[in-house]
């Protein structure tokens, strides 16, 4: 089979020879592209020939011969690496491979030489002439890049075609300098740092290079000395410098991190100390980063670090040496963490653990600063040294253990089936003290796995490692444990109001009488025996933690119960005693007063919890355990108010109705039953002495009593929604519903527009509303931001070609003397105006122009018609004595009006024929001609009339302008007509054309034209935009100042694009999805044939198809739809920097001005925007999916790829697993591997090793983001379903709401959660989900509304959040993981964040599309995992913890909006 030139290298295959009859089994290699086949579905074991492969199929059509080398090459290579074919799939591909070169051997011809040898030297040399000699200088980083890969590979093929002797010393240096360029260029994410020559955009930002000088500031750093081992066994190591380039690199070179790490957590940094530090800096003498920048990312990232530490009290270990360098000491310190942190896996759920971690490493860095340990190893003595750490030494030594024991816990979990207390979960493990000893107790109790046939509860304990502080044991009693203080408030109100009740009048003034007020005091002896109950139930609960509390802890346990035993014993015994029972009630109720006390002072309630001192720890210990996680959960006083009054408020409702409508009826009717006396008992066997009808009773008052415990959560509902409706209303959502009340103000809505979309200095805030000029740029910017609005809807299909002309607003110029507003506000204004005219009886002008004028829309449209025509004609017309005509009419026009004489000087009764000649005349101009004279003598026909209408019919002396025309035609001997000579080249010019098409729909649209768009989706959009200008909102930054942002959205195997076989596929009722989506959105699809049949865009068959695809994949909840989405706000940012730079030229020029700009000022706009925006789409399976024999998962994997071809910032994370050969056995690894896309392929931008398969150990979903998240950038991170979609309107708010982050207000917490409302897109789709929309649609507004302000318990529900990710990442990320328990992971990260002193608002003037399940099965599904997700939560500790650290109140907000409603409605 192989070429016969050249000389194989010892030990490769044995020679075959072609006529040998291959047997090949079934390949798992099918695909209708056979040019990418062979390098996308390589085996996991043999991934190292795929860049072979792919180099091959890149040159094929260039060179076949030189291609087929190069796979020949590969299956050299391959069977050299697996020479049995042990690995999985990899006989198959080889068997696949040799078939296609035996063909290849065959059909392919040398081309530039006459025998292999030759021909691959010819063309690695004419590829480096071609693409790399001076290439740097000329291409693009990422285009150099991929030719260097490839020269990389020719050469390798070259070296394997031909014998070493026989490759000359040229061809050598050529690859000498190919390795030394590809150092410089390699694939890179958003920075490329290495790159030489042609300087990137990016890369000459200022803000950039001083962050990159920062980092590679290692002056005064002592340089590792490692050591390489020599021949001779009794030799000492060679001792040399390793290189050190920065931080990063030098922190590697004590603690061995991988490469893939190191290149993503330097350029994470980068951009986060260049984000920071550009905000509100001048550029010019921008050299250094502030020192200001790094202290605040310092504090940021170490904030829970010292937090940790001051708990523990213990030294930090992040100090800085006296005389160091403290910027670069900072840095050290931040790129450690993070360097941490990117190589964590699953261990970034535990960030105590991180801590733990930091705070060892941070010491011995400490100890290399002050040159007590070495550089290293660590030790203190420097005699001894050993050799420098790999690049895997930090995960084997450090993550790999601890995520073993996060394996062996999870497979205790036996697949979801074993009970929570059998087995550790994250918070068990983090909320211990991790050793990093091996031998250590952690590493060795938690490796027993429960035997398939064992039950859980016969596994010994001594066998495995107890629960840490809490036990999620299933049961109801977690909802007394958890909400202990509620149900013991109820229930005391309830016995009393019963007691007051039961005397003679049931009036509430009984209280006051002494009998009855010492008969009520027994409520306490209720509470006793409650809190009895309470401290029962801690103990039993608790109790499979026992081993891993403290002997505090346990003393504490016990010490509650016995008090508690003691209270119950004491308060019934004396109950009797008068006055001393009175006093006992008063000792008893002195800790309920402390804790009232310290309600209304939550800042001493604050520096309490945070104290060190002994008698304030002992005070506080008494009152709950002291923990890490659920401390300072308190409210500034105004917001302790606002919730306290609404309670309040509620329970001054809800008592008095529970006392007159629910117990005091059933007192009366209960004495009467009471009093009837029982002869004859006929469950005697049971209650052989009873003689009363107490079975009636208690069957007549357990629903009473059912009621009176869940109707808490009906007036809930009241209150929330009239607090909803008024919060609403002074946020003046609603003010604009409908296209009548946008058409009222929307002279307003550009003001508004500007004042909270546009940045300004504070000197154009004053100017603004006081300098014309100002306004009509004001009115300029809007317009190109409204226009970009309506052309997405136009691309979206929602609304026609004619609705997206009537929506346009004319980009201002200086042609025109007043503002130009869009022609569906302008529709009938000027025949209502010349109907107006015609029918006025008075002869002062004034009155007429005073009624045009009072209609601002209507005024507009007539100057506006008149200017535009006297351009346009002016514009035609070539000969000066015809130009002189129409200044004259003009002129008298003007004077006329000027005087007050209009009316006098024109007939008004012609103005309608005119009007419909010049309907005519303008048609006539936008007319497709085939005959220029034909068309030419038309269009003079047209003036000639217009100008005799003018001239005879409307004006009074219009005989005089003729006469003046006739005499200069007389006088210039001259036989022509008039108007007779014209421009027609005019035609041609686009902005005249503009002007043409505008007065076009001046002058014929009707009124009809107010009902646009009929669209109803696009209604909504237009109306809700306009809507929330008006809204309180955060003021604009620039771009370069706002905050920096991710998104990141979780992929599984979810539908990506439809195909044109699932669309017409039928269902059993013979219906297709495609004819289900033409009846659900008619419209839309009448657009979208327009859209593809128009001859303007030539759309090919092929096209078409695709086009159809698209447009039912964007109307499903498909990923399509939501990548597209969420590349809106690269787009709204594009614009938005091309607004702030731009003259004014180009803004009233238009956006297309934009389009046709400098490459340079393109590249630099890309480059900004960039820095502030990165989307990683998580797809958790893509690699598997890329190597599948299922035609779905190959179809999700070719959509995914063409939409990181489509979508250049689109990245895609995936988790890759692959064979190698280790020792002569197959082993798997697993990676989390970065992905963008190229010309036809993905690249691989970073590949970073894991300790194991890390979704095994908890939920899935949460892990998929987990993995993720390390390569998300900014300082915010937004979570996005992949049922989402998103708008260009509502993006282009996104920097504004980003500024939340930054509002401080006094008394408040900074916001770590920002929380967004949602629409419901899938209204449309049936009855059913219409409901569903409506009902999550009132979720989303209303009552998450009420969460926030005034209750404060707002969690995250999954919704389009934009989380402070420089928060969550040092506190556990966002979500929990852990399987079972955190089955609603979404949740958790709410309850996280609230837990570790994070608030939570939710801003409505912005929103993000979602879709819902549609069905009845999938909305039952829908509804079970939520509430058994809720169920769930009742066992958690987070619940717990919130249940007892909140205060009264806001606990009672807490359990009525979570757990709480889910009981309601299940005793509903």
């Known amino acids: 089979m192989a070429s016969s030139s050249g000389t194989q290298k010892d030990g490769g295959p044995p020679p075959r020879t072609q006529s040998k009859k291959t047997s090949r089994a079934q390949t798992n290699v099918r695909n209708e592209d056979g040019s990418a086949i062979d390098s996308e579905l390589v085996p996991s074991s043999l991934a190292f020939i795929s860049p072979i492969l792919r180099v091959a199929n890149e040159i094929e059509q260039d060179n076949p011969r030189v291609a087929y080398l190069c796979r020949f090459h590969a299956f050299d290579k391959a069977h050299r690496m697996d020479p049995t074919s042990s690995g999985r799939g990899v006989r198959q591909f080889k068997t696949y491979l040799l078939h296609k070169l035996e063909k290849e051997e065959a059909e392919t011809k040398c081309q530039l030489a006459r025998n292999n040898r030759n021909e691959i030297i010819a063309y690695y040399r004419n590829f480096y002439n071609e693409q790399i000699k001076g290439g740097q200088y000329a291409k693009k980083p990422e285009e150099m890049a991929k030719i260097l890969q490839t020269a990389v590979v020719l050469y390798d093929v070259l070296e394997t075609v031909v014998h070493p002797e026989k490759v000359d010393d040229q061809i050598h240096r050529y690859a000498q300098d190919v390795q030394s360029k590809r150092e410089q260029y390699e694939h890179y994410n958003i920075l490329p740092l290495n790159a030489v020559g042609a300087k990137a955009a990016i890369m000459e930002f200022p803000e950039i290079k001083a962050a990159l000088h920062a980092l590679r500031d290692v002056q005064n750093l002592p340089m590792p000395s490692v050591c390489s081992a020599t021949n001779a066994p009794h030799d000492l190591p060679e001792e040399r410098n390793k290189s050190v380039f920065d931080i990063l690199d030098w922190l590697s070179s004590v603690f061995g991190f991988q490469k893939g790490n190191i290149a993503n957590q330097r350029e994470h940094l980068i951009l986060l100390l260049a984000n920071m530090d550009v905000r509100k800096r001048d550029l010019v003498d921008y050299t250094q980063l502030r020192s200001s920048t790094v202290q605040n990312l310092m504090d940021k990232i170490f904030k829970n670090y010292w937090s940790w530490c001051k708990y523990l009290c213990c030294e930090q270990n992040n100090r800085v040496p006296p005389g160091s360098d403290k910027q670069q000491l900072q840095l050290i310190y931040i790129g450690l963490y993070l360097l941490i942190w990117g190589e964590a896996s699953n261990i970034r759920f535990m960030p105590e653990c991180i801590c733990y971690i930091f705070h060892n490493m941070a010491d011995v860095v400490y100890g290399i600063l002050l040159s007590n340990v070495h550089p290293v190893t660590g030790d203190t003595n420097h005699g001894n040294q ?7 030494t930090f995960l084997q030594t450090v993550i790999t253990p601890i995520y073993q024991v996060l394996q062996k816990e999870a497979k205790r979990n036996k697949g979801s089936r074993a009970s929570h207390s059998r087995w550790r979960n994250y918070d068990d493990l983090n909320d211990l003290k991790w050793p990093m000893d091996l031998k250590a107790d952690f590493f060795v109790h938690s490796d027993v796995v429960l035997p398939s046939h064992e039950r859980p509860n016969q596994v010994p ?133 402390l804790a009232a006390f310290l309600f209304f002072l939550p800042q001493l309630s604050r520096i309490m919890e945070q104290s060190n001192s002994l008698i304030v720890r002992l005070f506080m210990w008494w009152g709950q355990p002291k923990l890490y996680v659920g401390r300072d959960l ?72 059912l009621v009176y415990f869940m109707d808490t959560q009906i007036w809930y509902s009241i209150f929330s929604t009239l607090f909803g409706g008024i919060n609403g209303a002074l946020s003046h959502l609603g003010e604009i519903r409908t296209l009548g009340m946008l058409r009222s103000r929307f002279e307003s809505v550009s003001t508004a527009f500007c004042r909270c979309l546009v940045p300004s200095s504070d000197a154009d805030t004053k100017q603004r509303y006081m300098d014309e000029s100002t306004e009509r740029r004001n009115i300029a910017n809007f317009s190109h931001v409204w226009n970009k609005f309506i052309e997405s809807m136009r691309e979206e299909d929602l609304i026609s070609n004619e609705d997206r002309d009537l929506l346009l607003v004319p980009y201002s110029s200086n042609d025109v003397s007043v503002t130009q507003w869009p022609p569906f506000l302008l529709a009938s204004k000027i025949h209502i105006a010349l109907d107006m005219a015609k029918d006025f009886k008075e002869k002062e002008d004034t009155d007429l122009f005073r009624k045009i004028k009072n209609d601002g829309y209507m005024h507009s449209a007539v100057i506006e018609c008149y200017e535009m025509l006297r351009e346009i004609i002016y514009g035609l017309l070539e000969d000066e004595t015809d130009r002189n005509v ?23 009764a012609g103005m309608p024929s005119l009007c419909e000649k010049l309907e005519k005349f303008v048609k006539l101009l936008l007319s497709k001609y085939e005959d220029v004279d034909v068309y030419k003598s038309q269009i ?154 128009d001859p303007k865009f030539n759309y090919s068959d092929a096209d078409k198809e695709e086009a159809t695809c698209h447009w039912a994949s964007y109307r499903g909840q498909t990923l399509s739809r939501t990548v597209r989405g969420m590349m809106y706000y690269k787009q709204a940012l594009e614009l938005q920097c091309f607004l702030e730079s731009a003259g004014d030229n180009a803004i009233f020029g238009g956006y297309r001005i934009m389009e046709s700009s400098q490459e340079d000022e393109r590249a630099s706009v890309q480059a900004l925007v960039n820095m502030k925006f990165t989307y990683v789409a998580s797809c958790q399976i893509y690699g598997a999916q890329k190597k599948s024999d299922d035609w779905r998962d190959r179809s999700c994997y070719k959509n995914i790829l063409h939409l990181m071809i489509k979508y250049p910032s689109l990245r895609v994370a995936y988790l890759d697993e692959r064979e190698e050969i280790v020792n002569g056995k197959s082993q ?94 899938t209204g449309s789709v049936s009855s059913l989900a219409w409901f569903i929309s409506n009902q999550e649609t009132s979720f989303v507004t209303i009552s998450q509304r009420i969460l926030v302000n005034p209750l404060r318990v707002r969690f995250y529900y999954g919704h389009p959040d934009i989380f402070d990710r420089i928060f969550h990442i040092t506190r556990g990320g966002i979500g929990k993981a852990s399987r079972v328990i955190n089955y609603g992971a979404d949740i958790y990260a709410g309850m996280n964040s609230t837990l570790r002193g994070g608030y939570i608002t939710h801003h409505e003037y912005i929103q993000v599309g979602k879709g819902r399940d549609m069905g009845m099965n999938q909305l039952s599904l829908f509804e079970a995992k939520v509430a058994g997700g809720n169920g769930e939560q009742t066992c958690s500790r987070d619940v717990y913890r919130l249940g007892h650290c909140f205060d009264f109140f806001r606990m009672l907000s807490f359990y009525f909006t979570t757990v709480g409603f889910y009981l309601s409605s299940m005793v509903c």
Request: with cysteine; proline share 4%; charged share 20%.
């Open 386 to 392: 050993t050799i420098a750490p790999d690049e895997e």
């Open 461 to 593: 304990a001594e066998t495995r490692k107890p629960k840490t502080n809490f036990v999620e044991a299933r049961t109801f009693w977690h909802l007394y444990r958890s909400f202990d203080r509620m149900w013991i408030f109820f229930i005391m109100a309830f016995q009393a109001m019963v007691i007051v009740a039961w005397t003679s009048d049931g009036s509430p003034a009984a209280v006051f009488d002494e009998d009855v007020f010492r008969s009520v005091l027994t409520i306490f002896i209720t509470q006793a025996f409650l809190n009895l109950l309470q401290a029962a139930l801690d103990i039993v609960l608790s109790f499979n933690a026992w081993r891993s509390l403290k002997c505090t802890q346990i003393l504490r346990y016990l010490l509650k119960f016995a008090v508690a035993a003691v209270w119950a014993v004491i308060l019934p015994i004396w109950q009797s005693q008068g006055s001393l029972y009175n006093y006992a009630v008063a000792i008893y109720l002195v800790p309920n007063i």
């Open 634 to 705: 308190h409210e500034g006083m105004f917001q302790l108010l606002k919730y306290t009054l609404f309670w309040i408020l509620l329970l001054i409702c809800k008592l008095p109705f529970s006392y007159y409508v629910e117990i005091l009826p059933l007192i009366r009717s209960s004495k009467l039953i009471m009093k009837l006396h029982v002869d004859n008992y006929e469950w005697h066997e049971f209650f052989p002495n009873v003689t009363h009808n107490i079975g009636v009773v208690i069957a007549i008052w357990a629903p009473i009593v």
């Open 886 to 908: 129409v200044k004259q009419i003009c002129y008298n026009v003007d004077i006329s009006i000027q005087q007050h004489r209009f009316l006098n000087e024109f007939r008004m």
């Open 940 to 1093: 003079i026909n047209f003036l000639q009339d217009i100008m005799k209408i003018i001239l005879q019919d409307i004006m009074v002396n219009g005989f005089e302008i003729l006469e003046r025309f006739h005499t200069q035609i007389q006088n210039n001997d001259k036989e022509e007509q008039i108007f007779d000579k014209l421009n027609i080249t005019i035609m041609e010019n686009k902005s005249w054309r503009e002007k043409v098409v505008r007065l076009h729909f001046l002058l014929t649209v009707k009124e009809s034209a107010v009902n646009v768009p009929t669209n109803l989706d696009a209604r909504r959009r237009i109306t809700f935009f306009a809507n929330s200008l008006f809204m309180k909102m955060p003021s604009a930054p620039k771009v370069r100042d706002m905050i920096s942002f991710s998104v990141l959205t979780p992929y599984y195997r979810e539908d990506v694009l439809y195909s044109v076989d699932e669309l017409n596929n039928e269902n059993e009722d013979g219906i297709s999805t495609l004819f289900y989506l033409q009846k659900i959105y008619p419209d839309e699809w009448k657009n979208l044939q327009k859209r593809i049949n």
């Open 1228 to 1321: 798997k690894f697993h990676y989390s591997v970065l992905l963008k896309g190229g010309d036809k392929y993905d690249e691989e931008i970073y590949r970073i090793k894991l300790p194991g398969p890390p979704t095994v150990i908890g939920e899935g979903r949460p892990e998929n983001q987990n993995h993720a998240i390390i390569f998300t950038r900014g300082e915010a991170l937004q979570t996005i379903d992949m049922n989402q979609d998103n708008y260009f309107e509502e993006a282009f708010k996104m920097r504004n709401v980003l500024e939340e982050f930054l509002k401080s207000t006094s008394g408040q917490r900074e916001p770590t959660i920002l929380g967004l409302r949602e629409h419901i897109f």
